[in-house]
């Protein structure tokens, strides 16, 4: 499945007054859902009780125990920083409770023509909305509303019931309107590729490689420059990572690969360096992560792997073939995307075994017996400082390369040095 959310504005609404009080009791019902689950009470008691005392139907209870499902403990409703607003008399206390109360969400359902509570008629471009009154001629409200047409054009036709739509509905502060965001949830076609396109990320750029996968020959390696996403603003931020997703998208599609990317923890990441820390920190791979799902509705497969010691194989290789160490490291993900078990033997043959990995754990034993002072490591050093020695001499005297040793035969790093493009793409 793959998700869209289109953005829009509310122009023009009938009865103003009948949102708020809806968007106060759809927010009590947060809050109070949020309580109950603290005290631990089960979720069927909890929508029980939420609809006995607060009125809205089972459709909105549900929504709004759903949005406070994954919250933490530490949670403050409104958001800290109008709580801290508050405090210093910056904002008056109806405001601190209209920022409180200002979200308003519902989930869509294909039986009930895409979304019963907040329904969108495309023809008068209007948003229904169930204010659950007990008056049956004051129970619908109806509100004006605007899309973009590049939008409408492009996904109008899954806005007409056949597809599930979830819509949110958020106050602007100071009473300045209304933003909407409608979110559709749709099934993929994906087409079997035959390459892979493997992305390594970095703070700045993003360095990739194409290979068959087939024969394991690579087609195309090259960069896609976007140092402005580090320290930009998070609104053009989206937008630079939108424009670079597009561009891997294309270049995909011309190459009819399917896209790898890492997966990359970098909130945990610690260095000596503060700069390097922050540096690293920064880089905005989760939301650049996301956004490239985006490309499952173009029909491009993504998928995310580990890329667990590509870059160290990366570093080695650079120094035969020619390239930096980030197209190499984007080419040793693709072979290990492709073919693991070679990229396994040019693992074991540079850096050795760990006495750990074959059993997905650290072994326990005394101390003397980890390290490159283990019998295996030590080994796997002396082969591959004898390989060096014999590189160095032959790069010396020949002028050459010595081929690394591959699936088969010799013709692995032949094929990381066949003659093929390498792109410098800029993201501004």
């Given at each position: 499945m793959?998700?869209?959310?289109?953005?829009?504005?509310?122009i023009?609404?009938?009865?103003?007054q009948?949102?708020?009080?809806l968007?106060?009791r759809?927010?009590?019902a947060?809050?109070r859902?949020?309580?109950?689950k603290r005290?631990?009470?089960?979720?069927?008691?909890?929508?029980?009780?939420?609809?006995?005392?607060?009125g809205?139907n089972?459709?909105?209870?549900?929504?709004?125990?759903?949005s406070i499902?994954?919250?933490?403990y530490?949670t403050?409703?409104?958001?800290?920083k109008?709580?801290?607003?508050?405090?210093?008399?910056?904002?008056?206390?109806?405001e601190?409770?209209?920022?409180?109360?200002?979200?308003l969400?519902?989930?869509?359902d294909?039986?009930?023509q895409?979304?019963?509570?907040l329904?969108?008629?495309l023809?008068?471009?209007?948003?229904?909305?169930?204010?659950?009154?007990?008056?049956?001629?004051?129970?619908?409200?109806?509100?004006?509303i605007?899309i973009?047409?590049?939008?409408?054009?492009k996904?109008?036709?899954y806005?007409?019931g056949?597809?599930p739509?979830?819509?949110?509905i958020?106050?602007r502060?100071?009473d300045?309107g209304?933003?909407?965001?409608?979110?559709?949830?749709?099934?993929?076609?994906?087409?079997?590729?035959?390459?892979?396109?493997?992305?390594?990320?970095?703070a700045g750029?993003?360095?990739?490689?194409?290979m068959?996968?087939?024969?394991?020959?690579?087609?195309?390696?090259?960069?896609?420059?976007?140092y402005?996403?580090?320290?930009?603003?998070?609104?053009k931020?989206?937008?630079?990572?939108?424009?670079l997703?597009?561009?891997?998208?294309?270049?995909?599609?011309?190459?009819?690969?399917?896209v790898?990317?890492?997966q990359?923890?970098t909130?945990?990441?610690?260095?000596?360096s503060?700069?390097?820390?922050r540096?690293?920190?920064?880089?905005?791979?989760?939301?650049?992560?996301q956004?490239?799902?985006?490309?499952?509705?173009q029909?491009?497969?993504?998928?995310?792997?580990?890329?667990?010691?590509?870059?160290?194989?990366?570093?080695?290789?650079?120094?035969?073939?020619?390239?930096d160490?980030h197209?190499?490291?984007?080419?040793?993900f693709?072979?290990?995307?492709?073919?693991?078990?070679?990229?396994?033997?040019?693992?074991t043959?540079?850096?050795?075994?760990?006495l750990y990995?074959?059993?997905?754990?650290r072994?326990?034993?005394?101390?003397?017996?980890?390290?490159?002072t283990?019998?295996?490591?030590?080994?796997?050093?002396?082969?591959?400082?004898?390989?060096?020695m014999?590189?160095k001499?032959?790069?010396?005297?020949?002028g050459g390369y010595?081929p690394?040793p591959?699936?088969e035969?010799?013709?692995?790093?032949?094929?990381?040095k066949?003659?093929?493009?390498?792109?410098?793409?800029?993201?501004?």
């Amino acid at each position: 499945m793959a998700a869209i959310t289109l953005s829009g504005v509310i122009i023009s609404l009938a009865d103003t007054q009948a949102l708020k009080d809806l968007m106060r009791r759809f927010n009590t019902a947060r809050r109070r859902a949020f309580s109950l689950k603290r005290q631990g009470v089960q979720t069927c008691t909890i929508e029980t009780i939420l609809q006995q005392e607060i009125g809205l139907n089972s459709r909105y209870i549900k929504d709004a125990h759903y949005s406070i499902k994954n919250l933490p403990y530490n949670t403050t409703f409104g958001g800290l920083k109008n709580q801290r607003l508050r405090e210093k008399g910056t904002i008056t206390k109806e405001e601190y409770k209209k920022r409180r109360n200002a979200l308003l969400l519902s989930h869509g359902d294909r039986t009930k023509q895409g979304n019963l509570n907040l329904r969108l008629y495309l023809g008068t471009m209007q948003l229904r909305i169930n204010t659950c009154r007990n008056d049956k001629d004051n129970k619908w409200i109806f509100a004006k509303i605007f899309i973009p047409q590049k939008y409408l054009d492009k996904y109008g036709r899954y806005l007409d019931g056949s597809q599930p739509y979830t819509v949110q509905i958020k106050r602007r502060n100071f009473d300045q309107g209304y933003d909407l965001r409608i979110s559709i949830k749709l099934p993929s076609v994906i087409r079997k590729a035959s390459r892979a396109m493997t992305l390594d990320i970095n703070a700045g750029h993003t360095d990739f490689a194409v290979m068959n996968k087939d024969d394991g020959r690579v087609m195309s390696i090259g960069r896609f420059n976007h140092y402005e996403t580090q320290h930009t603003k998070q609104g053009k931020r989206e937008h630079l990572l939108n424009k670079l997703v597009e561009k891997i998208g294309n270049l995909a599609r011309h190459y009819d690969a399917e896209v790898v990317v890492g997966q990359l923890n970098t909130g945990k990441f610690w260095s000596y360096s503060k700069k390097a820390t922050r540096k690293i920190r920064q880089m905005p791979q989760y939301k650049f992560r996301q956004l490239l799902k985006r490309l499952e509705l173009q029909g491009i497969k993504v998928n995310e792997r580990s890329e667990a010691y590509t870059s160290k194989l990366g570093d080695v290789i650079s120094q035969i073939v020619g390239y930096d160490i980030h197209k190499c490291a984007a080419m040793m993900f693709a072979l290990k995307v492709i073919n693991y078990d070679l990229f396994k033997q040019l693992k074991t043959f540079f850096f050795g075994v760990p006495l750990y990995e074959a059993y997905g754990r650290r072994r326990r034993g005394r101390r003397r017996k980890s390290g490159l002072t283990a019998p295996i490591q030590y080994r796997m050093f002396l082969k591959s400082m004898k390989f060096w020695m014999a590189m160095k001499s032959s790069i010396i005297e020949d002028g050459g390369y010595l081929p690394i040793p591959g699936r088969e035969g010799l013709s692995l790093l032949d094929k990381l040095k066949a003659p093929f493009p390498c792109l410098t793409i800029n993201i501004w």
